[in-house]
């Protein structure tokens, strides 16, 4: 069992950073690939990176590519996203998940709003 909790969220101005954070509980911590996932009102949620239970390897989807960095400390229980050049269109609800791998996500976060105004 893994608990989650995000923090860092909040209203940043267009071209501004936030750096969200997630704790997580649980001795097997390492052994989880993490995520973090969004959704915007009315939207699905969608992933926004992601990676592996070492940190050896990391994804993000096109659209925070080169503006995003998901980073893992597991002798912290920690996985963090750094969020770069934010844009209106990054607003939503943020949120951290825990998976055994191959794309499934067991656990979840409470999630944390980013808001970011033109």
């Known amino acids: 069992q893994v608990q989650l909790v995000e923090s860092g969220g909040g209203l940043v101005q267009a071209g501004g950073s936030l750096r969200l954070s997630c704790a997580a509980s649980?001795?097997?911590?390492?052994?989880?690939?993490m995520g973090w996932f969004r959704q915007a009102p009315g939207k699905e949620r969608k992933i926004v990176a992601a990676i592996t239970w070492s940190g050896g390897s990391t994804h993000y989807s096109d659209s925070v590519k080169g503006r995003f960095t998901i980073s893992r400390d597991n002798a912290k229980n920690t996985v963090s996203l750094q969020m770069n050049s934010l844009k209106p269109e990054d607003t939503a609800v943020y949120y951290c998940?825990?998976?055994?791998?191959?794309?499934?996500?067991?656990?979840w976060g409470q999630g944390t709003q980013v808001t970011v105004s033109s």
């Open positions: 998940a825990a998976g055994t791998g191959g794309g499934l996500y067991e656990y």
């Open positions: 649980g001795r097997t911590f390492s052994s989880y690939a």
